[in-house]
C-alpha cells in the first residue's frame, strides 16, 4: 500500500484530489461516481508516464549524439538501444506497477475498508506518515536540506534555519494526536471548537431576559439583561520526547504512529486536566469545576454518596442543557461507587447498554476522567471532609475550546541528544476554554 501512495502521490494527486477519488472508489458509491475516479487517477498516472517517456526519449536522444560521434551506425543502434533499454528498466523500477495494476490495487484496497471515510483515512494515513519518516530519516543522517526540502511540502512555515532541526510536520499529523482527547473526552468531543489567529477572542454571554403579560397597547416593561465578556486567552503547554536514532533509522518501526501515540495520550491528559481540574493558575486553563457561577451541590451524607445526590446534581443545571449532557467522573467514583448503587425500589442506577454500548447513569451518559482527583478537602478546620472526589453534569456543547491555528507545533533536534545518539522531539499546543453559561454545568462535590 505505501508503494499505492506513493505512486499517486508521484503522479499528482494530492490532497483533496486524492480524498475526493479514494472516497467514490467505496462499494457505497454509485457506478458514475467509480468511473469518474478511475478516470482522475488513470489521468494523474498518464500524466506521470508521459514525463517518464519524455526523459527517455531526451536520454536516448543523448546517446545517439555520443555514439555518432564515436561508433558507426551499427554501434550507434547498439549503444541507442542499450540506453534505452536501460532508462526503460529504471523507468519500471521507478513506477513499480502498472496502470492496470494500479487501478486494480487502489479498488481492492478501498473497497475493504468499511466506509468510505475509513478508506480516505486509510490513504491518507500512509501517505502522510510515510513523508514523516522519509523526513525524520533525512534529519537523524544530517541531511538538512532534504528534510527542509520534505517538511517544506507540508505548507507549515516554521522559525529557525535548516540547521537546527526545526522541521514542520503535516497537518494530518496534528489531527491524529487531537484524535485522542477527541476520543476519551466526551466534554472535549461535544465542545464548539474555534481555531484562534490571534492570543485572545472575546465571548458574549447575558441572563435571560424575562417576559411578561400585558394587556393590548400597554407599555413593556425594561429589561436590563447581566451581560458577561469571558474571553478564550490562550495558553502554552508542551512535551518533549526521546527517540533513538537507532530506532528512526530502523525501517520496521513505525516512527510517525509512535509520535502520535506518545503525544496523543500526553495531550489527551494535558487538555482533560483542563477541562474539569485546572484552576488557572501558573498561566493554566481554568477549568469547569472553578468556573465561577456553575452550579455546586455538596453530598448530603459525609458517609457515602446516595441516589437523591445524583438528582440534586442533575436538577442544578437549567432544563434548557439537560438534552446532550454528560455526567464526569473519575474512574475510582465510577467503578467502586456508582457501580454499587441503587435506586429506591432496589435496581441499579446505573443502566448497562444493551446494544454494546457502555450504558446511562439516570438516563444519561458517562464520561471518565482520571485527572479528576481523590484528594479534595471539603470545608476548613473541625468541618473539614479530606480525600473526597467531585461529579460534574453538564452539556458539553455550552464548553468553548481556542485552539491556535494549525493545532500541535512539532520541532525536532538531535543536537540536545548528541550525547546519547537520540533525537528530541518538542510539541507545542496553544489552547483555552470557557463556559460562557454558566448554568448548563454543575457539580457534586465531597464525594466519597
Not at 477572542?201 to 400597554?218: C, E, P, V, W
Not at 456543547?397 to 548528541?418: C, H, M, N, T
Request: with cysteine.
Amino acid at each position: 500500500m505505501h508503494d499505492l501512495v506513493e505512486k499517486l502521490i508521484g503522479a499528482g494527486l494530492t490532497g483533496k484530489e486524492l480524498y475526493k477519488s479514494v472516497f467514490k472508489v467505496h462499494p457505497d458509491a454509485d457506478g458514475d461516481e467509480i468511473l469518474e475516479c478511475e478516470k482522475n487517477i488513470m489521468e494523474a498516472l498518464s500524466k506521470s508516464e508521459e514525463t517518464a517517456e519524455v526523459s527517455t526519449k531526451d536520454a536516448t536522444e543523448d546517446v545517439e549524439e555520443e555514439a555518432t560521434e564515436e561508433a558507426t551506425e551499427e554501434e550507434t543502434e547498439e549503444a541507442t538501444e542499450e540506453a534505452t533499454e536501460e532508462q526503460e528498466e529504471e523507468s519500471e523500477e521507478e513506477k513499480g506497477m502498472s496502470t492496470e495494476d494500479i487501478k486494480e490495487i487502489v479498488r481492492k484496497e478501498i473497497k475493504s475498508q468499511k466506509d468510505p471515510l475509513t478508506a480516505v483515512k486509510v490513504v491518507n494515513d500512509l501517505s502522510w506518515k510515510s513523508n514523516v519518516k522519509d523526513m525524520l530519516k533525512a534529519h537523524t543522517s544530517k541531511d538538512f536540506e532534504k528534510a527542509r526540502d520534505i517538511s517544506n511540502t507540508f505548507e507549515k512555515a516554521l522559525s529557525g534555519s535548516a540547521t537546527t532541526g526545526s522541521y514542520a510536520v503535516p497537518e494530518e499529523f496534528s489531527d491524529a494526536v487531537f484524535s485522542t482527547p477527541q476520543r476519551e473526552s466526551a466534554i472535549y468531543a461535544g465542545a464548539t471548537k474555534l481555531t484562534l489567529s490571534s492570543d485572545k477572542i472575546n465571548l458574549l454571554s447575558s441572563t435571560d431576559l424575562a417576559f411578561t403579560y400585558k394587556a393590548q397597547n400597554a407599555t413593556l416593561d425594561l429589561a436590563d439583561p447581566t451581560l458577561a465578556q469571558p474571553s478564550l486567552e490562550l495558553k502554552k503547554g508542551g512535551a518533549i520526547c526521546v527517540v533513538s536514532n537507532e530506532l528512526l533509522d530502523d525501517s520496521f518501526v513505525d516512527v510517525s504512529t509512535l509520535l502520535t501515540d506518545a503525544f496523543g495520550r500526553g495531550l489527551s491528559s494535558f487538555i482533560k486536566n483542563g477541562l474539569a481540574v485546572s484552576d488557572g493558575s501558573s498561566g493554566s486553563v481554568t477549568s469547569i469545576s472553578s468556573t465561577s457561577g456553575i452550579g455546586s451541590v455538596q453530598q448530603a451524607t459525609a458517609a457515602a454518596l446516595a441516589y437523591d445526590d445524583l438528582w440534586s446534581l442533575v436538577s442544578s443545571i437549567d432544563e434548557g442543557f439537560l438534552d446532550g449532557a454528560v455526567f464526569t467522573m473519575n474512574k475510582e467514583v465510577f467503578y467502586n461507587i456508582i457501580m454499587g448503587l441503587k435506586d429506591t425500589t432496589g435496581q441499579p442506577v446505573f443502566k448497562q447498554g444493551l446494544d454494546g454500548s457502555f450504558g446511562t447513569l439516570l438516563g444519561f451518559p458517562v464520561d471518565i476522567n482520571n485527572e479528576i482527583l481523590n484528594n479534595i478537602t471539603v470545608g476548613t478546620g473541625e468541618n473539614a471532609i479530606t480525600n473526597t472526589s467531585e461529579i460534574l453534569f453538564g452539556n458539553p456543547s455550552q464548553v468553548v475550546i481556542g485552539q491556535k491555528a494549525g493545532g500541535l507545533r512539532i520541532e525536532s533536534s538531535s543536537d540536545a541528544g548528541f550525547a546519547s545518539d537520540s533525537t528530541h522531539f518538542r510539541g507545542v499546543v496553544r489552547w483555552d476554554m470557557a463556559l460562557p453559561i454558566v448554568g448548563s454545568y454543575a457539580k457534586l462535590i465531597a464525594v466519597k
